[in-house]
């Protein structure tokens, strides 16, 4: 298995330019969310979906956009890319909310997105 | 402020020697996880914690969680250069929506 793949690994965008960051996992996980992180300020919450057809806003979500079409893929939009969103970006899915089934939240390698 | 502190923030150790890092909230945990991040790589799971006063081993790491539910520490015995790494607690801090809150991390590095 796969588990939570993610593409591109790095990407370099202009500013006002937008791009997909897709993520897809082969897990059959039901929750799946998008987290950026900035030196000193952890993981934040940008959006998470608890399910095909259901995103909510996270912590973060200003300038991006999800959609939750199939349950396997959850791309996140950078509708208009500004140097405020440099970050490197993670996306993790796990089988139920809680992570109860004690494998907890897997996570993809990242993405290392730089806006100029 | 953030919900979740995590001390130190960075730990320099010697090889061999044991090490805590600590993760405080000021709310109850509603599920502690403990990852482990490399850097460029993706995170790591260690562990997760439930229950009050919660611990579990892997290897020669050994997480806790207090009776109160609002401070987990993870330590490592006899610490070895595969340790270094930045760890990373994670937690699930207001029931309602069950969204993971993570801590700022602390980045460990040992030296042989």
């Known amino acids: 298995n796969a588990g939570v793949t993610q593409t591109p690994k790095f990407q370099v965008l202009k500013t006002g330019q937008s791009m997909t960051l897709q993520c897809a996992q082969d897990?059959?996980?039901?929750?799946m969310s998008w987290y950026r992180q900035d030196p000193g300020m952890g993981l934040r919450l940008i959006h998470y979906?608890?399910?095909?057809?259901?995103?909510d806003q996270g912590e973060v979500p200003n300038g991006y956009n999800v959609s939750r079409s199939t349950t396997e893929d959850f791309p996140l939009r950078l509708l208009s890319a500004a140097p405020s969103q440099t970050s490197v970006y993670f996306c993790?899915?796990?089988?139920?909310?809680?992570?109860?089934?004690?494998?907890?939240?897997?996570f993809g390698s990242g993405t290392r997105l730089t806006v100029v | 402020s953030q919900e979740l502190e995590q001390s130190p923030q960075s730990l320099i150790v010697q090889e061999g020697k044991n090490l805590t890092i600590n993760c405080t909230s000021s709310?109850?945990?509603?599920?502690l996880y403990w990852y482990k991040q490399k850097y460029g790589e993706g995170l790591i799971f260690l562990m997760m914690?439930?229950?009050?006063?919660e611990e579990k081993s892997h290897e020669k790491i050994t997480a806790k969680l207090d009776e109160k539910k609002q401070q987990s520490s993870l330590h490592i015995t006899a610490s070895q250069p595969s340790h270094a790494g930045i760890y990373l607690c994670?937690?699930?801090?207001?029931?309602?929506?069950?969204?993971?809150?993570f801590g700022t991390g602390t980045k460990l590095q040992v030296i042989p």
């Open positions: 994670g937690a699930e801090i207001s029931g309602g929506y069950q969204k993971v809150t």
């Open positions: 709310k109850t945990l509603y599920g």
């Open positions: 979906s608890v399910g095909a057809g259901i995103t």
């Open positions: 993790a899915s796990s089988y139920d909310l809680t992570g109860a089934n004690n494998y907890g939240y897997t």
């Open positions: 897990m059959n996980h039901e929750y």
């Open positions: 914690l439930q229950k009050g006063g």
